[in-house]
């Protein structure tokens, strides 16, 4: 088991940030490619950005590029989602997933790659 827990979502303003969190535990960190999805009220959920369990790779949405910035302390078994310029579009739950992976470079973007999920933090943008 990896059990992955997420914090640091909550109540901001359009124009705003968060920094998102992602905190695992069980098995070996550095064998996993990580990534957040987000699900909004009535839609599926989506990719937001990944990381290869390097971090020499990342990978974002296009509705996100430029805005979100996804980082890995490996030495911390963490993950870390910084949303800046956030909009009210961008409300959501925000998922933290972990992909295990055989190479160090690899990254996973679809959601039926991933092998563990955590509960979700809860992002709210107001306008």
């Known amino acids: 088991q990896v059990p992955l827990v997420e914090s640091g979502g909550g109540l901001v303003q359009a124009g705003g940030s968060l920094n998102l969190s992602c905190a695992v535990s069980g098995d070996t960190f550095s064998n996993y490619a990580m990534g957040w999805f987000r699900q909004a009220p009535g839609k599926e959920r989506e990719f937001v950005a990944g990381?290869?369990?390097?971090?020499?790779?990342?990978y974002y949405a296009d509705s996100v590029k430029g805005r979100f910035a996804i980082s890995r302390a490996n030495a911390k078994n963490a993950v870390y989602l910084q949303a800046n310029s956030l909009k009210t579009e961008d409300t959501a739950v925000y998922y933290c997933g972990a992909c295990r992976t055989s190479v160090a470079s690899w990254m996973c973007t679809v959601q039926s790659e991933f092998d563990y999920w955590g509960q979700g933090t809860q992002v709210t943008v107001s306008s």
């Open positions: 990381i290869s369990w390097s971090g020499e790779n990342t």
